[in-house]
Each structure stands twice: as structure tokens, then as C-alpha cells.
């Protein structure tokens, strides 16, 4: 879900532990705790999911790319570049 998506989503309350001069620094930045708390939530689920989907598919992409080396790309000879 990206970040626009999740702002558009339910909100529920919940309760952080911050590191309190972090906190303080961003207020007076006029930086929006919760909504850049989101993003980097938002990230780290991103992130997470492309880990996690590379280790599930990593097989695949092993024998994918062993096909490769042994044979080529298929319909080589069709490309223009």
C-alpha cells in the first residue's frame, strides 16, 4: 500500500515510544509526527514485502537465469538491438 493510499484509509489511534529529542526536533520543524511516522511504516512494509517475495521466488528467478546462461535468451535472434 503506498502512503497516499493509507491516508485515505481508516486511522486508529495508537501509541508510539520515540526517542523524546527526535520528538522534540520534529515538532519544531512543524514536522507531522504521525503522518511521517505512516511513511516510514508504509516503507518498511514495502520493503519488506519485495524481501519477502525475492526469497519466495528466488527458485524461480535461480532457474530462470540458469536457463539463460545454458541456452540464451528465447526469440534472441527476433531482437532489434
Known amino acids: 500500500m503506498q502512503a497516499s493510499e493509507a491516508t485515505k484509509s481508516r486511522r486508529k489511534p495508537t501509541n508510539l515510544s520515540l526517542d523524546s529529542d527526535l520528538l522534540r526536533e520534529a515538532k519544531v520543524l512543524g514536522i ?13 512494509v514495502k ?10 521466488n528466488a527458485a524461480a528467478l535461480a532457474s530462470s537465469n540458469a536457463y539463460i ?13
Do not use: C, M, T, Y
Open 32 to 44: 507531522n509526527v504521525s503522518r511521517s511516522a505512516e511513511a516510514g511504516i508504509a516503507e518498511a
Open 47 to 56: 520493503l519488506h514485502k519485495q524481501n519477502k517475495w525475492l526469497q519466495d
Open 69 to 81: 546462461e545454458a541456452n540464451g535468451l528465447p526469440l534472441a535472434r527476433h531482437r532489434q538491438f
